[in-house]
């Protein structure tokens, strides 16, 4: 029975179930059968959309499969709200490891070895999440540690101040700076409001306005 019945004790009289309960002679059948012909038009255009929607995703959708000694990248992100990184040009998706795997867990998840420094990250990834490494004796691998919160995400933060320009609108003239993130390069700087960057970094502003955050060299 519908949530509805075993609640009240008695079938629950919408429009969908009127012609089940035996009142099509009381509302009258044009009603009923208009209304019985709607559910099912919306029905079929749900089951149009639903089956458009797969065939997009089957498109992208690759079978993925490692094996026990693989070494795969583990896929990480900005926090949520971050969008400057989403642009091209910037590293959208990013990537650490390698790390190797331990064992499979169920059929879409697989539990990873980690350093010491991610021991609060739980070790076990859906495949999404994942990238194999294919291993070359003369790749040379660099691993930052990052400091990541448990979901794998991690914060943006500013490092220095490269370059100021004022940029002329109709009324009025904005300041702009230049500014280098922590985990990006000078390549990859963006250019921000300076008054915004005051509000949210007061630290990149020393006394004197030095140009980088705790009055290291520039």
Excluded at 102 to 114: I, M, P
Excluded at 148 to 159: D, F, G, K, Q, V
Excluded at 182 to 207: I, K
């Amino acid at each position: 029975m519908t949530p509805y019945e075993a609640l009240y004790g008695r079938k629950c009289r919408s429009p969908i179930n009127w012609d089940e309960v035996g009142e099509r002679a009381e509302l009258g059948p044009e009603i009923v059968k208009h209304t019985t012909d709607l559910v099912v038009r919306i029905r079929d255009k749900m089951r149009t959309a639903q089956s458009r929607q797969k065939s997009y995703a089957d498109k992208r959708r690759r079978d993925l499969e490692f094996a026990v000694g693989d070494h795969v990248f583990v896929k990480i992100a900005p926090m949520k709200g971050v969008m400057r990184f989403d642009k091209k040009g910037k590293l959208s998706l990013r990537f650490i490891g390698p790390f190797e795997i331990l064992d499979r867990v169920g059929a879409l998840a697989y539990r990873v070895a980690l350093p010491p420094n991610l021991v609060g990250v739980h070790n076990v990834f859906h495949i999404s999440m994942l990238r194999k490494y294919m291993s070359n004796p003369s790749h040379v691998l660099n691993f930052e540690p990052l400091h990541l919160t448990p979901n794998l995400s991690y914060e943006e933060r500013p490092t220095q101040i490269l370059a100021r320009q004022e940029r002329k609108q109709r009324n009025k003239v904005v300041k702009m700076v230049k500014v280098k993130w922590l985990n990006h390069t000078e390549e990859e700087a963006t250019w921000e409001t300076e008054a915004d960057m005051r509000s949210r970094y007061p630290e990149l502003f020393g006394e004197n306005d030095v140009d980088d955050i705790g009055g290291f060299d520039a």
